[in-house]
């Protein structure tokens, strides 16, 4: 069963980048698409983007201009960087794989990790 | 916001049935997917396709979904079943996911 676990810094300052990465065990990114999901304190989820392996990607239109989702096929990760953060940002990040033919889902969720944006 | 709208709250008896909406414009015409969140832990994947079950997830969780309305539908609630749980859509014209607001079961 494929296994996901973001790592990055828990802390950004404002108007800096926002770096994570997800590492993928038990399969291949080299298959389906790979997603970054957020969910602000106390609110719902938030879908940021997602890849696929070759390097195709979706955004978010209200969050397109500041970011960007990438794959490293070697290390078996994709990461996301979120540029110009604010407090808006805080939020807990999770990756995910996305699975499905037509209609697509979330089959398998990293833990998330906090991310707070402060100086 | 978000173009699906679940109620905020639903709350039933333990061995009772809890049904979550999710109201959307011909919804009945995508696919639907739902999570259940437990507090502090990721989204898991209960329902997709409207109805089918991930392997692990008990049959006391079913979907449906027809005209501008989607459920879930827990039956024989149990304590352990307390969480918040969304709905998602994937978008065809855009190629994206979207998130209902989500509801919170709490298990009286």
């Known amino acids: 069963q494929v296994q996901l676990q973001e790592s990055g810094p828990g802390l950004v300052k404002p108007s800096e980048t926002l770096s994570l990465t997800c590492t993928v065990s038990g399969g291949s990114i080299s298959s389906y698409y790979w997603s970054w999901i957020r969910q602000p304190p106390g609110k719902g989820l938030e879908w940021i983007g997602y890849?696929?392996?070759?390097?195709?990607?979706k955004y978010n239109p209200s969050l397109e201009s500041r970011v960007t989702i990438s794959p490293d096929t070697s290390k078996n990760q994709f990461s996301l960087k979120l540029s110009s953060v604010t407090a808006a940002d805080t939020a807990v990040y999770f990756c995910a794989r996305i699975y499905g033919s037509g209609s697509f889902y979330a089959d398998s969720w990293g833990q998330g990790t906090l991310v707070t944006v402060s100086s | 916001s978000s173009v699906l709208t679940q109620p905020p709250s639903v709350s039933v008896a333990p061995g009772q049935t809890a049904r979550f909406t999710c109201g959307g414009n011909?919804?009945?015409?995508?696919?639907v997917s739902w999570y259940q969140q437990k507090p502090g832990q990721a989204p898991v994947l209960v329902i997709y396709y409207d109805s089918d079950r991930p392997s692990g997830i008990p049959e006391r969780f079913s979907g449906s979904n027809s005209g501008n309305t989607a459920t879930l539908t827990i039956s024989r609630v149990e304590a352990g079943d307390e969480a918040d749980y969304y709905c998602q859509v994937w978008d065809n014209s855009s190629g994206h996911p979207e998130f209902g607001g989500g509801a919170m079961l709490t298990v009286l």
């Open positions: 011909n919804i009945g015409r995508r696919s």
């Open positions: 890849i696929y392996y070759s390097g195709y990607s």
